[in-house]
């Protein structure tokens, strides 16, 4: 089975301080996905990546870069984070042409 | 711009009942598309795909797909409790690198 992780399932931060949000894949897909997910909102494509070094921009970028070194490792950041960043964040993979498999998600509460 | 809809609901059915969820989408050029579930606080589950037209059956689940009327239907036969959840629907084109267009989800509650 396809496994994905993410570094943590809560976080609490403050408003301002940088966030490292990780994601692991153990499926050697080439696409993996940041979203994050908000009541009444749906999921929302942050940033996406379908090579190692190589990212795309999805539809809520401001406020949040990536980085992939590693085939199987996909990082968000949030370089200054807000109160309006509260948010469950979703990291997805998946081998190009087929459907996504999703971590279970960190909860993150920005004060 | 791509968009992939679906009623928010909740549908409501009696246990054992067929549930059919819906979803209709405007790109003409998509190819493939997703079904996830989705239980409270839990992340998405990929449960079915179709990429052509007509039936796709997977124990008691149905995808339909009917691209003529961009329209994409997921039916769950003997519905049970367990399968109160939020379903979401996604489509794109196939090959590639495409990104997946998801729809808001549609809340299903079985009831006993």
């Known amino acids: 089975d396809v496994k994905v992780t993410q570094s943590s399932r809560y976080l609490v931060k403050r408003t301002g301080e940088k966030v490292f949000l990780e994601c692991v894949q153990d499926?050697?897909?080439?696409?993996m996905f940041w979203y994050r997910q908000d009541p009444g909102l749906g999921l929302r494509l942050i940033y996406f990546?379908?090579?190692?070094?190589?990212?795309e921009k999805g539809d809520i970028p401001e406020g949040y870069s990536v980085s992939r070194e590693k085939k199987e490792r996909f990082s968000l950041i949030l370089e200054s984070a807000s109160t309006n960043q509260t948010s469950m964040y979703l990291c997805a993979s998946r081998r190009t042409g087929d459907g996504q498999f999703f971590g279970p998600g960190t909860r993150l509460t920005v004060l | 711009q791509k968009e992939v809809e679906q009623n928010s609901g909740p549908l409501s059915v009696p246990e054992g009942a067929i549930a059919s969820l819906n979803c209709t989408y405007s790109d003409r050029g998509s190819q493939s598309f997703f079904w996830y579930r989705q239980y409270s606080g839990k992340s998405p589950e990929l449960i079915m795909f179709i990429y052509s037209n007509g039936d796709k059956e997977d124990g008691r689940f149905t995808a339909q797909l009917n691209k003529a009327s961009q329209y994409v239907s997921l039916l769950i036969r003997d519905s049970q409790p367990s399968d109160s959840a939020t379903y979401l629907c996604a489509g794109g084109q196939s090959g590639g690198s495409y990104i997946p267009t998801f729809g808001r989800g549609t809340s299903l509650i079985v009831h006993p």
């Open positions: 499926m050697d897909h080439e696409n």
């Open positions: 990546s379908y090579d190692v070094k190589m990212k």
